[in-house]
């Protein structure tokens, strides 16, 4: 044993530190976990991964993360990875600019919320520089490129060095990289979902789990404002709205443009999209946070405080509060949204398609169709006026006439942005700088780049009709994850959305509006049977059901109250007799919808606050000496804040009992659920797991957040944990949970790593074929990280290693991408290991992979044993009723009594109702409620309630 020998040493070590040593190394796979049939907790047999990582100069998490990166064909992306989390990291910090660093990080993930990512692509894009010769230049194209782009010259050569070093050292074992860093192999959708499956698996058990929070009560919390744009200010003094300059001035340059909303000593900033990124950033139905809203929290997390001054003087307040309230009922005579139905049916006809899902439409009645003929009239009617501006970046947010380039005719727009491009005519030339107006035509949604000398003003009579395109979403529906496990609409998706609303008249059932958006069930009905477009991306694969966000479910309810209060109104007033004019007048006021609009209280002021701060004009400076003369006031501002901000835990015994902080300089510092109304496990993971200086929390570090994907969690701790015990209901009808870890000792029964165990309580329904998938994934693994006594796997050839490697992912994306239906948790009654009684199990047999003649180490995984069950549903609704009934019994059993004062209770079990304590002890004592009430408390899942007992269970 090495305690043996270590302890024999002139000076020995810590034999402690020597058994936790060894345990860590059974656990990464190095050493396996019996030695010669037995379990021993102090040594063990020395597997081929273990091996290989004895000659690689890093972590041995990290040196697995390349040998699992070989079976499934990415080495090259998780040496890179490898070299620089085993170095100092090559992203700098500027000097008292932490935020510019971590928006830089975020913009090198991608916004894929992974360090290793980030990692991986500025070291790619590096790379591609110094391969294509950009950096020859006595290396000062280089320390440009790297200052430009806050990376650290000296680190990411010293990474690049190293990359070749473990590149040398794994070719010892022919272990080899099949392609170049910058080629594409695979071309496919999962690539990243893999490499990220593969992280996850190197660094197993450092996975987090994040907390559910309550929806409803965040939704109350934001006052109904989207959380994905949105953060808040608390601790504002009175009067408020008079400070909007300076608020506004805190969130500077972040955003295009800023709502303030003030309800009291609270104000919610809310950012507006950039409507040119829409086909980029707004990829399904659920809606991703701004880039602004990570930056407006992180300044929090940065300790920077929110610092507003304030005057005491009353009557400055007060002049400024009535100069707010006259710019706020100052009417622009901007174009004017058009008035958007709460519910119904409505014909529309699709005009821009953003992506599955996602589009703009316009009604397809008459009123709207001689509306666009007048607009049209109008503009074709003269010639078009230059629009005027002194500054081009004025124009942002103002709505003109602009050319569209298919037809060279002009409509109504609005512009989004300005941007800057530089034409190169001639070879030797220099280049000529073009400004170009990124312009969304209101009419019809779709965006276009269009030249300043073709923007024209709009006339009076141009602007009094209501923009007709609105935009709309499908409802519960989001991107498959078999087509897009990132949460993206694939290419096929969008394809096949514009051939079934392309062209053609379709009717939306309108399911709600939230903030002038539409959210509605799409049908064709113009062929012989009518098609629900939802429906039909489901079923084809396209896209799977989703809850509605809580916001939709209660502008619904808001709707549908309006419409019945209305119809009530209605009916009362055909029953009094005929209606006045004024009365007919306000009837169909009452029934004609109001324009889309978030539901706001009765205090709350709107303020809107452009990116340039032109058309604001309230004299409110920032600065105490731009006050009157009169005493100033510093308040510091709590905030910014976002009630959907996500609290991590971790998953191991031993983690939860702490509180998870994320590295500051992780791009997962800032997490936002975007999906608060999905309640399945998500799960993230950490390279490096630590305590803080005064062990109260748990330290992740170099963190990686998987898709949202129902069971991921759980399958991920099944697919890589070195040992594991199913727990199943009391029936033994399905997999309910289980414990992972190295398992028990079984002449002791005690855990063998119990500070690393992670109980697992399922909430998709998880089959005896998925445990067959995941020990053929294992076997495979095992396979390509074993050798016999003639060879090893990687001599096959490359042809061979390949179609191993392929093999591997097919059955990987075939576990994770699988459809699962969605169960109720269900505890187990039990802790600990070696709960299941041995002629339950089910010994897991080979899957039939190629195995090795004879191997010289034994395999990395070891295949998980079953439990024998008879695959029928569990009907969680009976066993809740069940539940309900027992508490009730207990709470009749607390308020029997000998008293006789009158009191009307009622047995739910034998649907007996008694006036007093007294009749319901004797009650309670008879035989027939006595059996009723043994057989209630046997076995819960077996009762067969009868429809007189749900019906007063339900009462």
């Not at 399905?734 to 909430?763: H, K, M, N, R, V």
Request: proline share 5%; net charge negative; aromatic share 8%.
């Amino acid at each position: 044993e090495p305690r043996a020998i270590l302890s024999l040493a002139l000076n020995p070590p810590n034999l402690g530190g020597i058994e936790r040593a060894v345990i860590h190394l059974k656990e990464v796979g190095a050493l396996t976990v019996m030695l010669q049939g037995v379990v021993n907790p102090y040594d063990g047999e020395l597997t081929f991964m273990g091996r290989v990582l004895e000659q690689l100069p890093v972590d041995v998490k990290v040196g697995k993360l390349l040998l699992l990166g070989h079976a499934f064909g990415c080495l090259g992306e998780c040496l890179v990875i490898a070299a620089a989390l085993s170095n100092r990291s090559f992203f700098t910090k500027p000097y008292k600019d932490d935020m510019r660093g971590y928006m830089s990080k975020m913009e090198w993930s991608c916004f894929s919320f992974s360090d290793c990512l980030a990692i991986l692509n500025a070291y790619k894009e590096w790379y591609a520089h110094k391969q294509s010769g950009k950096f020859r230049s006595a290396g000062k194209a280089e320390l440009q490129w790297c200052r430009r782009n806050l990376i650290h010259k000296g680190a990411i050569n010293a990474a690049a060095d190293l990359v070749r070093d473990l590149e040398l050292r794994l070719n010892r074992f022919n272990i080899k990289s099949d392609r170049n860093l910058l080629a594409r192999y695979h071309e496919s959708p999962h690539d990243i979902l893999i490499l990220k499956l593969v992280i996850a698996g190197a660094f197993y058990p450092n996975y987090f789990r994040w907390g559910v929070a309550d929806e409803e009560l965040n939704q109350r919390e934001m006052s109904g404002h989207d959380p994905t744009s949105t953060v808040m200010l608390s601790g504002l003094p009175p009067h408020a709205e008079s400070y909007a300059h300076a608020i506004c001035q805190m969130f500077v340059p972040p955003g295009n443009g800023k709502f303030l909303h003030f309800e009291g000593h609270k104000v919610f900033i809310e950012f507006e999209r950039e409507h040119s990124s829409r086909s980029k950033e707004t990829m399904s139905t659920v809606p991703l946070v701004l880039k602004e809203v990570y930056t407006a929290l992180k300044r929090r997390h940065l300790r920077k405080p929110l610092e507003l001054y304030v005057n005491d003087e009353a009557a400055y307040h007060s002049r400024l509060r009535e100069e707010t309230e006259s710019i706020l009922s100052e009417d622009h005579e901007e174009l004017k949204p058009i008035t958007l139905p709460k519910l119904g049916l409505h014909q529309i006809v699709v005009t821009e398609i953003i992506d599955a899902g996602h589009f703009w439409a316009q009604f397809g009645d008459m009123e709207t169709v001689k509306a666009l003929q007048t607009v049209m009239g109008l503009i074709k009617s003269r010639d078009p006026t230059p629009l005027h501006y002194n500054d081009p970046k004025e124009l942002v947010g103002r709505h003109c006439l602009a050319r569209y380039s298919e037809d060279e005719c002009y409509y109504r727009a609005k512009v989004l942005g300005i941007h800057q491009f530089y034409q190169h005519p001639k070879l030797g030339h220099p280049s000529v700088s073009i400004l170009l107006a990124e312009v969304m035509f209101v009419d019809y949604g779709n965006i276009e780049r269009v030249s300043l000398d073709f923007l024209g003003e709009l006339t009076m009579a141009e602007r009094k009709l209501s923009m007709q395109a609105f935009e709309c979403f499908l409802t519960s529906v989001k991107p498959s994850y078999e087509h897009s496990p990132e949460g993206q609409w694939s290419t096929e998706a969008i394809f096949r959305f514009k051939e079934l609303c392309g062209e053609k008249y379709l009717i939306a059932d309108v399911f709600s509006e939230v903030n002038g958006v539409l959210r509605v069930a799409l049908y064709d009905t113009t062929g012989q049977d009518d098609i629900l477009i939802n429906r039909v991306l489901v079923e084809e694969g396209f896209a799977i059901k989703t809850p509605e966000p809580h916001q939709s479910k209660v502008a619904h309810a808001q709707a549908l109250t309006a419409e019945q209060a209305a119809r009530l109104r209605r009916q009362k007033e055909e029953l009094e007799g005929a209606v006045g004019e004024e009365r007919g007048e306000g009837e169909e006021r009452a029934r004609e919808p109001t324009r889309g609009r978030t539901l706001r209280s009765s205090n709350c002021t709107t303020v809107e606050w452009s990116a340039d701060g032109g058309d604001w004009r309230v004299d409110c400076q920032l600065g105490r000496e731009r006050y009157p003369s009169g005493r100033t006031t510093r308040i510091v501002l709590r905030g910014p804040n976002n009630p959907y901000e996500v609290t991590f835990y971790a998953m191991t015994s031993v983690g939860c009992t702490r509180p998870a902080r994320i590295e500051r300089d992780s791009v997962n510092t800032i997490v936002i659920d975007n999906e608060p109304w999905d309640k399945h496990e998500r799960l993230m993971v950490a390279a490096f797991v630590s305590l803080n200086p005064s062990a109260s929390a748990t330290l992740a570090r170099d963190t990686t957040l998987l898709p949202n994907i129902h069971g991921l969690p759980h399958l991920v701790c099944l697919l890589f944990s070195p040992t594991v015990e199913m727990r199943t209901d009391r029936l033994k009808r399905q997999y309910t949970g289980a414990i992972c870890g190295l398992g028990f000792d079984p002449s002791t029964g005690a855990s063998l790593y119990p500070e690393e165990d992670i109980e697992l309580t399922f909430d998709t329904l998880i089959t005896q074929d998925d445990l067959f998938l995941i020990n053929r994934i294992r076997s495979v693994i095992s396979l390509a990280l074993t050798e016999d006594a003639k060879n090893s796997i990687a001599e096959w050839g490359e042809m061979a290693a390949r179609n191993l490697q392929n093999k591997a992912r097919d059955y990987l994306a075939e576990l994770i991408l699988k459809h699962r239906e969605s169960v109720p948790p269900v505890q187990f009654i039990g802790q600990g290991w070696n709960q299941v009684p041995p002629d339950d199990i089910l010994v897991a047999q080979a899957p039939g992979e190629v195995e090795l003649e004879d191997p010289t180490s034994p395999p990395v995984y070891q295949l998980h044993n079953g439990i024998a069950i008879s695959g029928e549903r569990i009907d969680q609704q009976r066993a809740t009723r069940v539940l309900l009934l027992r508490g009730k019994m207990r709470e009749l059993h607390q308020k029997a009594s000998k008293s006789t004062k009158p009191e009307l209770l009622v047995c739910p079990l034998c649907n007996v109702r008694c006036s007093n304590p007294r009749e319901l002890l004797g009650h309670l004592q008879g035989r027939v409620h006595r059996a009723e009430e043994n057989k209630l408390f046997q076995d819960d899942l077996e009762l067969d309630l009868t429809e007189k007992q749900l019906e007063q269970l339900h009462l």
